[in-house]
């Protein structure tokens, strides 16, 4: 394979959590790798639950996969580092955190205390998560 780098367009799949997190089917990211998605597995992982979450507009390079069963398992081919700022985080960033904020006050709320039940410590966690 030779090398993928710059900015390549990526379609995303409906109902995916990365398409929620963007708010939009068409996205460009960056990248720097010579890694490909072995499409000659894309079938048995698609029957026993990956899901193709993002592809390249030809559907041939596969760009993010998900496991839909799981609270928040998103991998991705690009590097959404690049294009996170502290002030304003990646889509894919923030939408983990908030993932992450959920599960941490379902925990809470089922140990029958406040967020860091258990521990002694508050969250230190700004839970207000933005969209872009």
């Not at 991705?76 to 002030?87: A, D, N």
């Amino acid at each position: 394979a030779t090398m993928r780098l710059g900015g390549w367009p990526c379609v995303l799949a409906e109902g995916s959590f990365a398409r929620s997190a963007y708010g939009t089917e068409r996205i460009r990211e960056r990248h720097r790798h010579r890694y490909e998605f072995n499409n000659d597995y894309r079938d048995v992982l698609t029957r026993h639950g990956m899901r193709i979450a993002g592809t390249t507009p030809d559907g041939q390079l596969v760009e993010v996969i998900e496991l839909p069963d799981h609270p928040w398992f998103v991998a991705v081919q690009f590097h959404p580092e690049f294009r996170s700022r502290p002030t304003q985080p990646h889509p894919l960033f923030a939408a983990f955190i908030g993932k992450a904020l959920e599960h941490q006050d379902r925990a809470a709320s089922t140990a029958g205390g406040a967020k860091g039940a258990g521990s002694g410590q508050e969250s230190t966690l700004d839970t207000t998560v933005t969209d872009k």
